[in-house]
């Protein structure tokens, strides 16, 4: 009768141990989503271990958004290098939107938005919208930025006509 009693005693605990093993590799698995964005909360310690944990910050993707952080309340070094880290990175991924609509100024804006794209130091979107004046041909700064523009909006129909790339939305200025 004993050894009935240990064999059930050794058969439930080796069910229980199955059934907490499944459930924590499947609790792994969902740590993970293939969501649009994971919040994420990170636990910075004082001196070195803030920097570490800016450092692997760093080389994450804006997917991780938003973050949280946790520190001590006496820690202010931790507080003022997680303040600037997220600047920078608020400065670095944040959208940025030129709109212009054709003076000759906006030409080398334009392109050193492009540049600044090019180069991965900042995600521009170019927006340009040609001057209700032109009714057949671009403006100079238009036939450029036709180009470049990641939007270019023509407010005359015959312009969409000769430059298929252009948005027609009617008059909208």
Same mark, same amino acid.
């Given at each position: 009768m004993a050894l009935l009693a240990a064999a059930a005693a050794a058969a439930a605990l080796s069910l229980v141990l199955v059934v907490l093993a499944a459930r924590f590799f499947r609790t792994k698995q969902e740590c993970f989503p293939h969501k649009d964005s994971v919040k994420l909360l990170a636990v910075a310690g004082s001196g070195g271990h803030t920097t570490e944990i800016l450092r692997l910050l760093g080389s994450l993707s804006q *997917? !991780?958004?938003? &973050?949280?952080?946790? @520190?001590?309340?006496?820690?202010?070094?931790?507080? =003022?290098?997680? &303040?600037?880290? =997220?600047? *920078? &990175?608020?400065?670095?991924?944040?959208?940025?939107?030129?709109?212009?609509?054709?003076?000759?100024?906006?030409?080398?804006?334009?392109? #050193?938005?492009?540049?600044?794209r090019m180069l991965g130091l900042k995600r521009v979107t170019i927006v340009y919208?040609? #001057?209700?004046? &032109?009714?057949?041909? @671009?403006?100079?700064?238009?036939?450029?930025? !036709? $180009?470049? #523009?990641? !939007?270019?909006?023509?407010?005359?129909?015959? @312009? *969409? =006509?000769? $430059?298929? *790339?252009? @948005?027609?939305?009617?008059?909208?200025?």
């Open positions: *997917k !991780y958004s938003p &973050r949280h952080y946790v @520190l001590a309340d006496s820690d202010k070094m931790s507080e =003022e290098k997680i &303040r600037s880290f =997220e600047q *920078k &990175r608020a400065e670095m991924f944040s959208n940025c939107l030129v709109l212009c609509n054709g003076p000759g100024t906006c030409v080398p804006i334009c392109i #050193s938005a492009l540049l600044l919208v040609e #001057s209700i004046c &032109r009714v057949e041909n @671009l403006s100079l700064s238009g036939k450029i930025l !036709y $180009y470049f #523009s990641d !939007y270019f909006i023509v407010q005359w129909p015959a @312009l *969409k =006509e000769k $430059y298929p *790339k252009s @948005l027609y939305l009617g008059r909208i200025v």
